[in-house]
Nanobody
Framework: QVQLVESGGGLVQAGGSLRLSCAAS????????MGWHRQAPGKQRELVAG???????NYADSVKSRFTISRDKAKNTVYLQMNSLKPEDTAVYYC?????????WGQGTQVTVSS
């Protein structure tokens, strides 16, 4: 089993910053890709950023140059640094990984950006 626990969400004004953390435990290793998705009210869940075992990264166009994903393999933790936040970034953010072809998700953390 794999457990993903997010932290770091909250309320911030537009232009501000937040850093999300996701601690992974269980049968998950540094070879597994990890990432962040988000879901806003009334919208589908979307990929925000992903990072591979080799630390290659990919981002949604809407967050490029503002968000940075990173991972600490020794701690089995992935981070999402979010800068220049916009009201449209408001959503529940979910940590994600895939292990042996099965998707795992965290419980989600709310990010609210006020204008």
């Amino acid at each position: 089993q794999v457990q993903l626990v997010e932290s770091g969400g909250g309320l911030v004004q537009a232009g501000g910053s937040l850093r999300l953390s996701c601690a992974a435990s269980g049968s998950i290793f540094s070879i597994n890709p990890m990432g962040w998705h988000r879901q806003a009210p009334g919208k589908q869940r979307e990929l925000v950023a992903g990072i591979s075992s080799g630390s290659s990264t990919n981002y949604a166009d809407s967050v490029k140059s503002r968000f940075t994903i990173s991972r600490d393999k020794a701690k089995n933790t992935v981070y999402l640094q979010m800068n220049s936040l916009k009201p449209e970034d408001t959503a529940v953010y979910y940590c994600w990984s895939v292990v042996r072809f099965k998707d795992y998700w965290g419980q989600g953390t709310q990010v609210t950006v006020s204008s």
